[in-house]
């Protein structure tokens, strides 16, 4: 099943314009993620980064260190990251090592999801109720609240 609807997604996304590998790469990266810390365990850390911030705690560091971040995302201190999630090797287009973490401002100015960025793919991580508003090559869900993306250089 879930070969089928990859193969649909990476369809859809060629079709749109994106590089099927853009697709696998950011597959790879999801079951990556998956094996290494689960998506449940880095759904649960990163409501409890927004949590956090939101309380007046503060688990980040400054302005967002990745490229693609926009006025507003804030940089989650490299101490904060739980180290399965540092030290996932992921080959590829873009290196394979995180770049950064990153703590998406949402409209009223509280943070709404954390950005894993590994370069040109990552994941946002919010709660399940969460939707990413981020325009990328591709955005796929892959259980509520948890999107994994790929960028096109």
Not at 22 to 49: I, K, N, P
Not at 114 to 130: A, E, Q, T
């Amino acid at each position: 099943m879930r070969a089928a609807v990859s193969l649909l997604a990476a369809t859809l996304v060629f079709a749109a314009g994106c590089a099927p590998g853009g697709v696998r790469e950011a597959d790879r990266l999801a079951s990556a993620v998956e094996q290494r810390a689960g998506l449940s365990s880095v759904q649960q850390w990163a409501v409890s980064m927004l949590n956090t911030r939101t309380h007046g705690r503060s688990v980040t560091v400054g302005a967002s260190r990745s490229k693609y971040a926009l006025p507003g995302d804030l940089e989650v201190a490299p101490s904060a990251v739980p180290s399965a999630l540092q030290g996932i090797p992921v080959q590829g287009l873009a290196g394979g090592q995180l770049e950064s973490v990153s703590l998406l401002g949402g409209a009223n100015g509280r943070p709404e999801a954390v950005m894993l960025d590994w370069g040109l793919k990552g994941l946002y991580v919010g709660p399940p109720g969460y939707r990413s508003p981020r325009p990328e090559w591709y955005v796929h869900e892959l259980r509520p609240g948890i999107y994994v993306f790929f960028r096109e250089k």
